[in-house]
Nanobody, 125 residues
Framework: VQLQASGGGLVQAGASLRLSCAAS??????MGWFRQAPGKEREFVAA????????AYADSVKGRFTISRDNAQNTMYLQMNSLKPEDTAVYYC?????????????????????WGQGTQVTVSS
């Protein structure tokens, strides 16, 4: 699977952005978004099942971010509202080609075997 992330940018606190992740290649079971801020470890943001539409979110983004998918376009989205300076990071999309949805597995980087190149999101205060 090849993944292409886009949609990042520089915005003020409180603004919104929508990230996209276009996928090509083999089918996949779960897709997710992770982010890495300067000097920090990469962390889970959200994940979605390509078949059941099950979703998972990090506590830090619940209620503000929404993950979705368009199966026909093979594209995953992350709608980010009420952005905060602490959301500043490089956002990566990833795909796990294992079948089935597992909430615990979906939050682990090690579960994903394909990664996009990342898109920078910067939120100013």
């Amino acid at each position: 699977v090849q993944l292409q992330a886009s949609g990042g940018g520089l915005v003020q606190a409180g603004a919104s952005l929508r990230l996209s992740c276009a996928a090509s290649g083999r089918t996949f079971g779960t897709m997710g978004w992770f982010r890495q801020a300067p000097g920090k470890e990469r962390e889970f943001v959200a994940a979605i099942s390509w078949t059941t539409n099950s979703k998972a979110y990090a506590d830090s983004v619940k209620g503000r971010f929404t993950i979705s998918r368009d199966n026909a376009q093979n594209t995953m989205y992350l709608q980010m509202n009420s952005l905060k300076p602490e959301d500043t990071a490089v956002y990566y999309c990833a795909a796990d080609q294992s079948t089935g949805w597992n909430l615990v597995r979906a939050k682990k980087q090690q579960a994903y075997n394909s990664w996009g190149q990342g898109t920078q999101v910067t939120v100013s205060s």
